[in-house]
C-alpha cells in the first residue's frame, strides 16, 4: 500500500504540474498575467526498522511568479511614458502650424509688408492699394486661422480629460472591487492568484491615465493622486471630476469628490497621458496663444496709429486698418471673475494702454478690501503691485489698465487678467476702401517763389508729426486732425543775419500772418526746426474752447543752406490724390521696427522676431517633447521586457515542463503499476 500511495502521490503532484503548464500556455496573450509554478513539499517518512523511507509527495501550493519592485517599476515607467506621448501628441501639430509657411503666420506678414513697398512705389496706383488691402485681409484672416486652431486644441484637450477622469473612475471602481474580493479570499486562507494578476493590470492601465502613488496595505491596494489625494482606499472610492476652472472657466479643472468635500488637484496633477495634457496646455498652448495675441495686438495698434498719422488719397486723416483693440466687447473679454466671488462683484474692463509693454503672462488680481487689490504676475506669481479702485486715472501695469466695472468687490475676490488671450481671435480688417490707406505724410513743404540764397529743403526734411494722435480717444483725435486742417497752411519767413553770420532769424506764422513763434538758425548747415502749430476751428476760435488747454500739433522740419532776407517756406496739408509716400515709409518700416516687448531688458524686439521666436520655442518644445518620448519608450520597454522576464510566460520553457511533467506522470503511473503487479503476486502466492 505505501508503494501504491507514492505512486498516486506523485501521479496527482504531476497532473497539477501539467494542469499549472497548461494554463500558462493557455494564458501567454493575457495582459498581465503572471506566469505560476507548483510547489511540492515531502510527505512524512515512516519508521521501518531502523529506517525512516520516504511515503510520496504533497502540492505544497500553486504560487505566482512575481516581483513587487518589477511590476511597480512598469507602472512608474508606463505612466511616464503616456505623459510623454500625449505632451508629443499635442505639441507636434502645433509646431507644424506654426512653421509651415502656408499655416503660419511668417508668410503673410511677408506678403503684407512687401505689398506696403509695393504701394509705395506707386502712391497712386489703385491696382497697388487694393492688393495691400487684400493682404490686410489675408493677415488678420491668418491671425485668426491660427487662433481657431489653437482654441480647437483647448477645446480638444477639455474634451479628452472629461474621458480619461471617466475611465480612471471605472478602473478605481474596479480595484476597489477586486481589493474586497481578494480580502476575503486572502482571509479564509486561500490565494486568488488570478485576482492579483487582474488587480496589478488594472492598476498598470490606470497608470496610462495619471501618474499614482500605490501603497499595499492589509492585502489591499490604496491609490493616491497628486500629492497624496485618496483614490482609492481599500473597497472605497473617491471620484474624480472634470468642472470649469474658477478662475478660467474655458479650462477644465480636475477635482477629486470625497464626498463631504471637493479639493481642486489641476495643479499636483503629473504622469500619464492627463498629466501630458495639462503639462502642455500651461506651459505650450497658454504661452503660444498669448504670444501670438501680442503680436496681433501690435499689429492692430501700431498699423491703425500709423494710419492716423497720415493722409489718404481722398486728402482726409487715415482711419483704421484694423478693428479697435479697446472695444468694449475686447476689454470685457481680458478679465475672468473667479468663479468663488461675492454675489455683485463686478468684473474689469481691461484697456490696453501701451502694446510695446506688454508680456505674453496672465495676471491674478486679489481685493485686500472693497477698492483695494494687489496684482500678481503668473505662473510665478510675482507681485506687480497694490492698486486701488479710486486711482484716477488707473493704473498702467505691463501695457494695461484695470477699470472695475458692474459692481462692487469684496475682499477675497479674485479675477484672471489676460491681456493678450483673445486678440489673436478678434483682429479684422476694418478698412474697405482701398482709397482710405493712408501712405501720404499729412504736411509738406515748398520754398516760396521769389525767395533768394542758398534755403534747401532735402528729401528727408519735410514735415514730420511729431505729436502722436491717440486712436482710442476719437472725439479729441477728430478735434485735432480738424484742427490742422484749419491751421494750415502755415508758414517760415527767415530774416536777418547776424552781423557775425553764425546765426539768423525767423519766424513761423499762422495762415493769416500772425506770429505763432520765432527763433534762429546757423545759416550754411543743416538746421532741425521743431515747430508748434496751435489748432483753431473752421471760424478761427482755438479748441477747446476756453478755459481748456489749446490743442497743438508740432513737427520737425530740416533745412539746409543760407536763406536771403524774406525767403519764405509754405508749410501746407497733403492734397487729395498726393503722390507722397512718407507715411507709408513708416508703416513698411514697422516690418524690423522693435515694436514688441519694449518694456524687457532687450529694449524691444520686431513683429517677425516676435512670431519667430514663438516658433522657436515651440520647436524645441518640440524637439524636447521627441526626445522625452523616445527615452521613455526605451524606458518602458527595458521595465517590460524585466517584468516579463521574471513573470511572463515563455512558451519553449512551458514545452520543456510540459515534456518534463508528462514523463512525471508516466514514471509515477508505473509506480503504480508495479505496485499493483506486487499485490497480485503476493495474493496469488497466498
Known amino acids: 500500500m505505501s508503494l501504491l500511495n507514492i505512486g498516486m502521490s506523485g501521479l496527482s503532484a504531476s497532473q497539477s504540474s501539467l494542469m499549472t503548464t497548461g494554463n500558462n500556455i493557455a494564458n501567454v496573450d493575457t495582459a498581465g498575467y503572471s506566469r505560476q509554478q507548483t510547489v511540492q ?18 502540492l505544497a501550493d500553486v504560487r505566482r511568479v512575481y516581483n513587487s519592485y518589477l511590476d511597480a517599476q512598469l507602472q512608474t515607467t508606463t505612466s511616464l511614458n503616456s505623459d510623454s ?11 507644424k502650424l506654426l512653421s509651415d509657411s502656408g499655416t503660419g503666420l511668417n508668410g503673410a ?23 495691400l488691402l487684400s493682404d490686410a485681409q489675408a493677415l488678420s484672416n491668418r491671425f485668426n486661422s491660427v487662433s481657431s486652431q489653437l482654441n480647437e486644441q483647448n477645446a480638444n484637450i477639455n474634451g479628452n480629460l472629461t474621458n480619461m477622469a471617466d475611465q480612471v473612475n471605472k478602473l478605481a471602481a474596479t480595484v476597489a472591487q477586486l481589493n474586497q ?4 479570499i486572502s482571509s479564509s486562507g486561500g490565494m486568488p492568484n488570478e485576482l492579483l494578476d487582474a488587480r496589478n493590470e488594472t492598476v498598470r492601465q490606470l497608470s496610462t491615465f495619471t501618474g499614482a502613488q500605490i501603497v499595499e496595505r492589509e492585502g489591499n491596494v490604496d491609490i493616491y493622486l497628486g500629492s497624496g489625494q485618496p483614490l482609492v482606499m481599500g473597497n472605497t472610492v473617491n471620484k474624480l471630476e472634470v468642472v470649469p476652472g474658477k478662475d478660467d472657466p474655458n479650462r477644465l479643472a480636475l477635482q477629486l469628490n470625497r464626498g463631504s ?11 500619464g497621458e492627463i498629466g501630458g495634457l495639462l503639462r502642455y496646455r500651461s506651459t505650450v498652448l497658454d504661452p503660444a496663444m498669448n504670444e501670438l495675441g501680442r503680436v496681433a495686438l501690435v499689429v492692430a495698434d501700431q498699423m491703425n496709429s500709423i494710419q492716423a498719422q497720415g493722409i489718404d488719397k481722398n486728402g482726409d486723416f487715415g482711419s483704421n486698418l484694423f478693428n479697435s483693440i ?19 462683484s463686478g468684473n474689469f474692463d481691461v484697456s490696453i494702454e501701451d502694446t510695446g509693454k506688454l508680456t505674453i503672462n496672465d495676471y491674478k488680481v486679489t481685493f485686500t478690501s472693497a477698492t483695494d487689490y494687489t496684482v500678481q504676475r503668473l505662473p510665478d506669481n510675482s507681485s506687480m503691485g497694490s492698486f486701488s479702485t479710486l486711482t484716477t486715472p488707473a493704473p498702467v501695469i505691463d501695457g494695461f489698465s484695470l477699470n472695475l466695472t ?11 487678467i489676460t491681456p493678450t488671450r483673445n486678440a489673436a481671435a478678434n483682429i479684422k480688417t476694418e478698412m474697405t476702401d482701398s482709397k482710405r490707406l493712408a501712405i501720404a505724410a499729412p504736411l509738406g513743404a515748398a520754398i516760396a517763389a521769389g525767395g533768394s540764397g542758398t534755403l534747401t529743403i532735402p528729401a528727408s526734411g519735410q514735415p514730420t508729426l511729431t505729436t502722436k494722435f491717440d486712436i482710442y480717444d476719437a472725439a479729441t483725435t477728430t478735434a485735432m486732425q480738424n484742427g490742422l486742417k484749419n491751421s494750415t497752411p502755415t508758414k517760415v519767413v527767415f530774416g536777418d543775419v547776424s552781423a557775425d553770420g553764425t546765426s539768423q532769424t525767423y519766424q513761423f506764422l499762422d495762415a493769416k500772418g500772425g506770429v505763432i513763434s520765432s527763433g534762429t538758425i546757423k545759416p550754411g548747415e543743416n538746421n532741425t526746426l521743431s515747430l508748434t502749430v496751435p489748432l483753431k476751428d473752421a ?16 513737427f520737425d522740419m530740416t533745412v539746409a543752406g543760407s536763406p536771403g532776407k524774406g525767403t519764405a517756406i509754405n508749410v501746407s496739408l497733403s492734397q487729395p490724390g498726393s503722390l507722397d509716400n512718407r507715411n507709408g515709409t513708416t508703416l513698411a518700416g514697422l516690418q524690423t521696427a522693435q515694436t514688441v516687448d519694449t518694456g524687457s531688458a532687450s529694449k524691444g524686439i520686431s513683429l517677425s522676431d516676435a512670431y519667430g521666436k514663438l516658433v522657436e520655442g515651440v520647436g524645441s518644445k518640440a524637439a524636447q517633447g521627441k526626445l522625452d518620448s523616445a527615452a521613455t519608450e526605451a524606458i518602458l520597454a527595458n521595465a517590460k521586457g524585466a517584468r516579463d522576464s521574471l513573470s511572463g510566460v515563455d512558451l519553449d520553457e512551458e514545452t520543456g515542463n510540459l515534456v518534463k511533467y508528462q514523463q512525471y506522470y508516466t514514471a509515477s503511473s508505473q509506480i503504480i503499476k508495479a505496485a499493483q503487479e506486487i499485490f497480485s503476486t503476493l495474493i496469488n502466492s497466498i
Open 41 to 58: 513539499g515531502t510527505k512524512a517518512s515512516q519508521q521501518f526498522g531502523n529506517v525512516y523511507i520516504g511515503t510520496g509527495t504533497t
Open 85 to 95: 506621448a500625449a505632451y508629443l501628441g499635442q505639441v507636434t501639430p502645433l509646431d
Open 109 to 131: 506678414l511677408t506678403k503684407f509688408f512687401a505689398s506696403v513697398q509695393n504701394v509705395n512705389a506707386k502712391p497712386g496706383d489703385d491696382a497697388s492699394r487694393q492688393l
Open 181 to 184: 474580493k481578494i480580502t476575503e
Open 261 to 271: 468635500s471637493t479639493i481642486d488637484i489641476t495643479s499636483i496633477m503629473t504622469g
Open 326 to 344: 479697446n472695444s468694449a466687447a475686447q476689454m470685457a473679454q481680458r478679465s475672468i471673475a473667479s468663479g468663488n466671488n461675492s454675489a455683485g
Open 406 to 416: 458692474g459692481g462692487t468687490a469684496a475682499a477675497g475676490d479674485t479675477f484672471k
Open 539 to 554: 471760424s478761427g476760435a482755438p479748441i477747446p474752447p476756453a478755459p481748456a488747454t489749446q490743442y497743438t500739433v508740432s
